[in-house]
């Protein structure tokens, strides 16, 4: 087994189907499918029960610890058991990695053989299906788990582990403005808030059946990253040092997370004196309308910073001054994808030139879905301090241009 499938919905995790499909109602211990437990953050880091949204139904308490996750004797503990035992079994060598995906998918949406034909994530990008280049492109349906080295009958286990985390990250357009008076995007955005506690949560029982020193990788695009940085942020600010031990890289796609709250995420890593840093690799283009025009003006304005760091980067003079190590790979600048030739035999781009607006270039490009490959894979040459040593000819260019170029830098 190489791929296990959750979807987050309502502050509730589900078990799906082989191929992802939703199953409505409540889990059902047979068929690891249905709706277990709703979790939500605790009121106080120092502990205590978490109390519930109103309207989001009723949370049976006995099945929470004092820090607000699962018992196991919870319908959740039972589906991550079922699902991650098996695979340890025989879990080799090759990477452990969350993928996340980003804006307008829906969980429920029924799956079906063309992954152009639903908006179901597992079906539209966490498949094992390839297709002829182009309609990928088009479509935006480029297979995560295939590009990252991941095969379907993987039974040795040696590629590793793909964990497939789909989230609701498509409201409606009227009931958004309808129920919240918010628009659309930022209602998404919004929704990242409940499922980065559930993908916490996933992390939790990760942590407690995955072999000690197993570290996890995170991949994610675009509305994705706000769901992965809210999470490590959480992890943070409750204390949870084992959990946060336990990831090692994280590779951000496009980024529509605000600057700012990336920059409060690394402030409360570095508060809490992790021994070992995170490695963050967030891939940039200056070139991406769709962040420059969408992110950056229909989401929630957070302390006055509209700059996201899909587009700017990080956006300070020295990023590892905040602790952990930060790196922004601007895969639309001439100086990166030189060395990135030169050095790795690599070609990234970040524009698509048949294209108007194509956020997903990141990964339906195979030259800069080989790059997160080799991130992940090929360890010991994408090691973030010895990238940067040596000589200007030498050191990886990380640094973000301030102005877009149709030139690149």
């Not at 508060?271 to 309308?289: I, K, Q």
């Not at 360890?379 to 301030?402: S, Y």
Request: hydrophobic share 40%; charged share 25%.
């Amino acid at each position: 087994m190489s791929i296990i499938r959750l979807s987050a919905l309502k502050q509730a995790i589900h078990g799906v189907r082989s191929d992802g499909a939703f199953v409505h109602g409540p889990y059902q211990r047979s068929s690891r499918t249905g709706q277990t437990e709703r979790y939500r953050e605790p009121d106080s880091p120092a502990g205590g029960l978490p109390t519930v949204h109103p309207g989001s139904g009723p949370l049976d308490w006995r099945e929470l610890d004092r820090r607000g996750f699962p018992r196991d004797t919870s319908d959740l503990y039972h589906l991550m058991d079922s699902l991650v035992r098996p695979a340890v079994q025989s879990l080799g060598d090759g990477p452990v990695v969350i993928m996340v995906h980003g804006f307008l998918f829906d969980p429920r949406d029924s799956v079906s053989p063309d992954p152009a034909d639903s908006d179901n994530p597992h079906a539209r990008l966490y498949h094992f299906k390839e297709s002829d280049l182009q309609d990928e492109i088009r479509d935006h349906t480029t297979s995560w788990p295939l590009g990252l080295g991941f095969q379907a009958d993987d039974n040795d286990g040696g590629d590793g582990l793909a964990v497939a985390f789909g989230w609701h990250s498509r409201p409606g357009i009227a009931a958004s403005l309808i129920s919240t008076g918010k628009n659309f995007y930022a209602r998404a955005y919004d929704n990242a808030e409940p499922a980065a506690w559930n993908l916490l949560t996933v992390l939790h029982l990760l942590d407690l059946f995955l072999p000690a020193g197993k570290k996890i990788d995170i991949l994610c695009h675009s509305l994705g990253s706000r769901v992965v940085v809210r999470m490590i942020a959480l992890a943070a600010k409750h204390g949870r040092l084992d959990l946060l031990a336990r990831l090692d890289r994280v590779v951000t796609l496009g980024g529509s997370e605000y600057v700012v709250e990336a920059r409060l995420m690394l402030r409360r890593l570095h508060g809490v004196e992790m021994g070992e840093a995170l490695s963050f690799y967030n891939v940039v283009s200056r070139e991406n309308d769709v962040l420059d025009k969408l992110a950056e003006n229909f989401g929630p304005i957070t302390f006055g910073n509209s700059n996201v760091i899909g587009h700017n980067g990080l956006d300070v003079e020295n990023p590892d001054s905040l602790g952990p190590t930060w790196l922004d790979l601007q895969i639309d600048g001439v100086k990166l994808q030189r060395w990135m030739k030169d050095k790795r035999g690599l070609t990234v781009t970040g524009d698509n030139p048949a294209a108007v607006w194509d956020h997903w270039y990141y990964y339906t490009d195979p030259g800069n879905m080989a790059l997160y490959r080799a991130i992940l894979r090929d360890r010991a040459q994408w090691v973030i301090p010895e990238l940067r040593q040596g000589g200007e000819a030498d050191r990886i260019p990380d640094k973000v241009a301030r102005r877009r170029s149709i030139f690149g830098d």
